[in-house]
């Protein structure tokens, strides 16, 4: 083979490749050291278009996360670590991160800016909706329609009152 015919065939094989990685959609790192659950959660989450990786534990996330996947789905318990280790190390890197756990674990979870969706629902269409919410992003016009682009006297205002004067008087310096 001539060196015009190698360089042919690699710029066909790279067109390939890239062809594959536009059509597979959006990427997704899930997880869940408990299989019964995994098999549920990929099950979603597949349904939901993602290309879906899944890890068992902490140090496996780590590494695929250095790939930065448009989303993170995790376990809360793994094993010496556990999913808020990487939710959060997903946030620093610009990740959305949804953690799985039991009820008790909702405010936890959230106070750390952090989604949080619990195992029963995981199995129906909020994981689905979650994904869709977290990675179109929070500037959604339809969403929030008071970030809408107008000046003057008539822009619209976000819920709430916003004409009154907080008091803090209980404040000490």
């Not at 190698?6 to 869940?32: D, H, K, S």
């Not at 993602?50 to 996947?69: C, G, I, K, M, N």
């Not at 094993?79 to 405010?107: C, D, Q, W």
Request: net charge negative; proline share 5%; with cysteine.
């Amino acid at each position: 083979m001539t060196q015009f015919q190698n360089a042919g065939m690699a710029y066909q094989l790279l067109c390939r490749l890239l062809t594959y990685q536009m059509n597979i959609g959006p990427a997704a790192l899930l997880v869940a050291p408990n299989a019964v659950l995994s098999k549920v959660l990929a099950h979603s989450i597949r349904r939901a278009g993602y290309h879906l990786t899944v890890v068992r534990t902490f140090d496996a996330a780590r590494e695929v996360l250095s790939r930065h996947p448009d989303v993170l789905v995790t376990e809360l318990k793994l094993a010496e670590y556990n999913g808020l280790h990487l939710a959060l190390r997903g946030r620093t890197m610009g990740i959305p991160s949804i953690v799985v756990a039991e009820k008790a674990f909702e405010h936890e979870v959230e106070q750390l800016g952090v989604t949080w969706l619990s195992p029963e629902s995981s199995a129906g269409d909020d994981l689905q909706i979650t994904l869709t919410r977290l990675t179109q992003g929070s500037r959604s016009s339809s969403q929030y329609p008071w970030y809408e682009a107008t000046d003057g006297d008539n822009a619209p205002v976000a819920p709430g009152d916003l004409t009154t004067t907080p008091n803090f008087s209980g404040l000490l310096h």
